[in-house]
């Protein structure tokens, strides 16, 4: 069974920033990766599918990368609405167990 | 614009069922696979069950396996999970989630949620 760890389980900058989340599967997903972001109190939203293809409606400052085994989602300069858990998911489907991201 | 409303979550006695619904506007109903992902309270996200576009194929997560099932009405855009034999463990909000793909073969990423629904399990 594949297990995805991400790092760092926080995450603390300042609006900005450049953010770079973690995602690291126990064996190869090839590009099959999605990325969502979950607001407290709200569902989930998907950013990235296919490790690096941006969803619909998604800003640009989102971006992913990554294959095989190591993966990442970035956020080139942080808005105050991007505080939020990142999850990453393999289409087994399995989550990782999220990153908050928040302010510093 | 996509709308997926969850209902049915309450509190139910350990061992007993519950149904969910899920009401889809906005898009072709029957062209798209479904999923339930559950959120146990303060913890991650973990995949439930997915039927196809037109219920020909369902699978589920182990562990609900033999004490849930997925199904759907394309005529009324309707979306469900039976619940039986509910466990302590089954607590949390439960999404309804569209399917990224509009094909036969679902893609496993999941582009529009529900607000969720909370089921407990208590005594």
């Known amino acids: 069974e594949i297990v995805l760890t991400q790092s760092p389980a926080t995450l603390s900058l300042s609006p900005g920033e450049r953010a770079t989340l973690s995602c690291r599967a126990s064996?190869?997903?090839?590009?099959?990766l999605a990325w969502y972001q979950q607001k407290p109190g709200q569902a989930p939203r998907l950013l990235i599918y296919?490790?690096?293809n941006r969803a619909t409606g998604i800003p640009a400052r989102f971006s992913g990368s990554g294959s095989g085994t190591d993966f990442t989602l970035t956020i080139s300069s942080l808005e105050p609405e991007d505080f939020a858990v990142y999850y990453c998911?393999?289409?087994?489907?399995?989550f990782g167990q999220g990153t908050k991201l928040e302010i510093k | 614009q996509v709308q997926l409303v969850e209902s049915g979550g309450g509190v139910v006695q350990p061992g007993r069922s519950l149904r969910l619904s899920c009401a889809a506007s906005?898009?072709?109903?029957?062209?798209?696979?479904m999923h339930w992902v559950r959120q146990a309270p303060g913890k991650g996200l973990e995949w439930v069950a997915v039927?196809?576009?037109?219920?020909?194929?369902?699978y589920y997560a182990d562990s609900v396996k033999g004490r849930f099932t997925i199904s759907r009405d394309n005529s009324k855009n309707t979306l469900y999970l039976q619940m039986n034999s509910l466990r302590a463990e089954d607590t949390a909000v439960y999404y309804c989630?569209?399917?990224?793909?509009?094909?036969?073969?679902?893609?496993?990423?999941?582009?529009?949620w529900g607000q969720g629904t909370l089921v407990t399990v208590s005594s």
């Open positions: 989630a569209r399917d990224l793909g509009a094909t036969p073969l679902p893609f496993y990423y999941f582009d529009y």
């Open positions: 906005g898009f072709t109903f029957s062209s798209y696979g």
């Open positions: 039927i196809w576009y037109d219920g020909s194929n369902k």
């Open positions: 064996q190869s997903v090839s590009s099959y």
């Open positions: 296919d490790a690096s």
């Open positions: 998911q393999q289409r087994s489907p399995l």
